[in-house]
């Protein structure tokens, strides 16, 4: 059986041609290439919709709170963060 397509050759001339695309380029700008080119693929436009609809679909459902022994819910805190001395790390605070 003969093969009519060939993978391996394809995906070499897709690098090929992005390669001559942003081999001039300097590192923030290929990086914004590929978002842009990222961004405008069917594939991403899918996945953002699910991410929407599935957001969508967490706001509207009921939230339950955990419950304690005595029946009462438990109330969610923010927690308070301070920095570690000498350091850029922040420690949580209860």
């Not at 093969?3 to 394809?10: E, H, Q, S, V």
């Not at 438990?74 to 420690?91: D, E, N």
């Amino acid at each position: 059986m003969k093969k009519t397509f060939d993978c391996l050759k394809m995906k070499e001339e897709i690098q090929a041609k992005i390669y001559e695309e942003i081999k001039d380029l300097p590192s923030s700008e290929i990086v914004a290439y590929f978002n842009k080119k990222s961004r405008s693929s069917a594939l991403w436009r899918k996945l953002e919709n699910r991410d929407r609809q599935a957001q969508r679909e967490n706001l509207t459902s009921k939230i339950r709170l955990p419950q304690v022994a005595s029946g009462t819910p438990i109330k969610a805190t923010r927690r308070r963060r301070v920095p570690l001395q000498g350091s850029k790390m922040m420690l949580p605070v209860t």
